[in-house]
T-cell receptor
């Protein structure tokens, strides 16, 4: 089956730094999504991407749908303490209700 | 008001027992899901129902049986619990099956099998 690998697996950064993470797939997706999960909570959708090459922002977050449709990137600018959590990418294909989640990137902010 | 709620939040039980987890959504959505998140935080879909009809059934042991009494509820019953069933189980819902329909997740139920 399809697998989504995220890198890095974990990040330790200082407040104010920018963050970059990516997600790669063994096969193509028509939709890429980025979720954030905080401790004790379910994932919350951050950004949805529906077209290859698309670049979409949500506040300090920017995500891109890779041209090959096999990857996606998420950037967070000027990180703040509340950015801590696990970030998941997820892929989906048209006509398929199933979301395939990535392995996650755990973000920790060092005071 | 909680959009997607699950009960219980925590469930600790012995191997071999039967247990149920309940999920309710007040968003008026047609589609509901169950996901399992293992100890490495990997999230995998288990089941999906659309208008009370099962549409996704991944390779889940038949000890797991979802039931949707109405569009707002999707419960998960687990028979003969095993140690490997320990995980966090998330319910989610979406307006429908369109690719642009966002899935909203509940807070999760942490199941521990002793």
């Amino acid at each position: 089956g399809q697998q989504l690998n995220q890198s890095p697996q974990s990040m330790f950064i200082q407040e104010g730094e920018d963050v970059s993470m990516n997600c790669t797939s063994s096969s193509i997706f028509n939709t890429w999504l980025w979720y954030k999960q905080e401790p004790g909570e379910g994932p919350v959708l951050l950004i949805a991407l529906y077209k290859a090459g698309e670049l979409t922002s949500n506040g300090r977050l920017t995500a891109q749908f890779g041209i090959t449709r096999k990857d996606s990137f998420l950037n967070i600018s000027a990180s703040i303490p509340s950015d801590v959590g696990i970030y998941f990418c997820a892929g989906r294909n048209f006509g398929n209700e199933k979301l395939t989640f990535g392995t996650g990137t755990r973000l920790t902010i060092i005071p | 008001d909680t959009a997607v709620s699950q009960t219980p939040k925590y469930l600790v039980t012995q191997m071999g027992n039967d247990k149920s987890i309940k999920c309710e959504q007040n968003l008026g959505h047609d589609t509901m899901y169950w996901y399992k998140q293992d100890s490495k935080k990997f999230l995998k879909i288990m089941f999906s129902y659309n208008n009370k009809e099962l549409i996704i059934n991944e390779t889940v042991p038949n000890r797991f049986s979802p039931k949707s009494p109405d569009k707002a509820h999707l419960n998960l019953h687990i028979n003969s619990l095993e140690l490997g069933d320990s995980a966090v189980y998330f319910c989610a819902s979406s307006p429908g099956l369109a690719a642009t329909d966002t899935q909203y997740f509940g807070p999760g139920t942490r199941l521990t099998v002793l």
